[in-house]
């Protein structure tokens, strides 16, 4: 599969840039303008399910010099190093990112619990204490989701401010992993359609892929 971008890539366009049945995940950001948080861990677990896969992986960064340093000091290039994929985003001189809380991180799926520690001590006195524990319960539920339900081993996560210090201040909370996705994990009980049906069938509350009594209440909460 090729990646292919011209423009802006965001999470709303990245399976409409995917092309092609190559056996292996080719990333072709030359032409890209800019990328947003959720592209980004979108990437990278593509990226990583297909060496999951055995499969070759590659990514060709963007000529915008802007864009690919950001890609850099979001540690895009870093985490293609660990896990071996060949890239030509070059490393720039690490310096403190008012809006950005934490880079992209990767962990192993069992240790979501520290990676949500970790979030709520970057937001400490950075945001609204509401806000810094409705951002910490949803990574510890989604990171659970990721484990329990969509079989992964590996999460990804970026989190960062817009607006930094400004009546309209927000934050972006970007979580990813590498399983099966929402639609196989409710398909045995629920059988959705397509991925549209199934995320609004895991958002409603009482609705899960296991049958354990209690379940499918944390990611309507999160919603």
């Known amino acids: ?83 071996d994929v060949p890239h030509d985003l070059h490393p720039v001189r690490e310096r403190d990112l008012i809006d950005t809380l934490l880079p992209l991180t990767s962990c192993i799926a069992n240790e979501y619990e520290d990676l949500a520690d ?39 996560v970026i989190a960062q401010t817009y607006l930094r210090n400004q009546p309209r201040e927000y934050v972006v909370l970007a979580v990813g992993d590498t399983g099966i996705g929402i639609t196989r994990s409710l398909q045995q009980r629920h059988h959705p359609r397509d991925d549209i049906e199934a995320l609004k069938l895991g958002a409603e509350y009482g609705v899960s892929g296991l049958d354990d009594l209690g379940r499918g209440q944390g990611l309507a909460t999160v919603i």
């Open 1 to 83: 599969m090729e990646l292919i971008v011209e423009g802006p890539l965001t999470l709303s366009n990245f399976h409409r840039s995917e092309i092609g049945n190559l056996d292996g995940f080719v990333a072709d950001l030359r032409g890209c303008s800019f990328v947003d948080a959720f592209a980004i861990v979108a990437l990278c677990c593509r990226v990583a399910v297909a060496i999951g896969r055995g499969q070759h992986a590659e990514l060709l960064g963007p000529q915008d010099p802007n864009v690919s340093n950001y890609l850099s000091r979001m540690h895009v290039g870093a985490y293609l190093d660990s896990i």
């Open 118 to 156: 970790l979030v709520w001590r970057r937001l400490d006195g950075r945001v609204y204490p509401d806000s810094q524990n409705t951002l910490f319960e949803a990574l510890a539920e989604l990171g659970a989701n990721g484990q329990e339900h969509s079989c992964s081993e590996t999460l990804l």
